[in-house]
């Protein structure tokens, strides 16, 4: 993973399968410049960077990714914007589904298979 910065968590909801954050997408987070000159936009590894980081803390996973699955991105998530991130977990499989949303606008989803024996004691 590319440990890019975590955005602001303006706020947060948990249970044991699943958590929900509100995340600020501020202008001047570092992985703007350059992408793309005339309209920044956040990149997806990035997008795919903080589901992995925040899912893994909150659900006792190391940060072993074994591969993706369904990664899609729907819509463009442009700097200065709100953006909910709900991921759940699927302990059993040992997957992450995540997708992030904004009410009905969906921006990015996928699931995120961690690498065998990657859930902490």
């Given at each position: ?42 990149p ?21 990714v ?56």
């Amino acid at each position: 993973m590319i440990k890019s910065l975590l955005p602001q968590v303006l706020a947060r909801e948990e249970t044991e399968i699943e958590l929900r954050l509100r995340l600020a997408i501020d202008a001047d987070l570092p992985f703007f410049n350059g992408h793309f000159p005339g309209q920044s936009v956040l990149p997806g590894v990035t997008q795919l960077d903080w589901a992995v980081r925040f899912g893994c803390e909150h659900f006792g996973y190391d940060a072993s990714v074994a591969s993706l699955e369904v990664l899609k991105f729907q819509q463009l998530l442009l700097p200065g914007t709100e953006v909910d991130l709900l991921i759940s977990n699927n302990a059993a499989k040992g997957k992450l589904t995540f997708a992030y949303s904004d009410g009905e606008r969906r921006f990015g989803s996928g699931r995120i298979a961690l690498a065998v024996n990657s859930r902490e004691s």
